[in-house]
């Protein structure tokens, strides 16, 4: 998949765009629908499957304190991108300036820069200064832009919409189960490694330590059964959010042991896939406890989840 970070004319590069327009945070499933649509109507046209998104929120830049914490990484969401098909993900930086643009500049800059022939999106996106584009005017005036326009139905999961706003709820909840059936795949967290107190190696259980960034959601504080990758391959493990207690450690984190691994991947992305909680943190009186604890947690994984 090719990664455009500066869109520039595209028209005489490739033949038949279809583009999926959404900021398509997490990718759950209701996203996944625009795009799987967007890369079957380019196999039937011998088109090219595109994603138009942005690499921040919009209310990033225009309401700061309102901005939603991110679902998941952009590295996360190219790889699922990719894995749905797409060819060409078009990743812009939002502006202010990119905010003034009418709903009818914007539907020019697609027309001059890319010349789709095919515009997917879902019933509730919007575009141009006060988001006054809809799904209504895609359908009405594509055609005077060179394009037909296809709307994807809601998906609905229990009788309610899947939506970000939702799934970010359930995940502040801490309903795993439900976080993982709206995304249609285990909630991951990807981040780079970070050196930590180096305790996990001197109780037998080194553990990988990733900050928890405020801009991004997360589940609550607990140990939890979690499916890691490093580099191309993939681990068993045992993470635990929070502050570690125990010790008295004051900022949040995500701990991970990666179980039956060695190595130094300290600076290194790995990605953390939430499978199961399976007990709350809490503070041990002894170190011999804690350990105690931690040889049951690893009984746990290897017994009902390796």
Partial sequence: MEVIK???SLTQKYKNPVVALGMFDGVHLGHASVIRRAVEIAKKIGGVAMVFTFSNHPLSILDPANA???????????????????????EIQFTKEFSRKTPEEFLNLLQEKISPSYVVTGTNYTFGRFGKGNGRMLLREGENYGFKAEICPVITVGKKNVSSTRIRALIAEGDLESVNELLGRN??????VVNGDKRGRKLGFPTANLEIEDYRAMLPNGVYIVRVKVADDFYSGIANIGDNPTFKVAKRRLEVFIDNFSGDIYGEEISVSFIKKIRDEKIFASVEDLKAQLNEDLATLRKDYC
């Avoid at 939603?68 to 060819?87: A, H, Q, T």
């Avoid at 909630?187 to 780079?192: A, E, G, I, L, Q």
């Fill in 187 to 192: 909630f991951t967290y990807v981040s780079k």
């Fill in 6 to 8: 500066k869109l520039s």
């Fill in 68 to 90: 939603p914490l991110m679902i998941g990484s952009r590295s996360l969401r190219r790889d699922i991108f990719e894995s749905l098909g797409v060819e060409i993900l078009i």
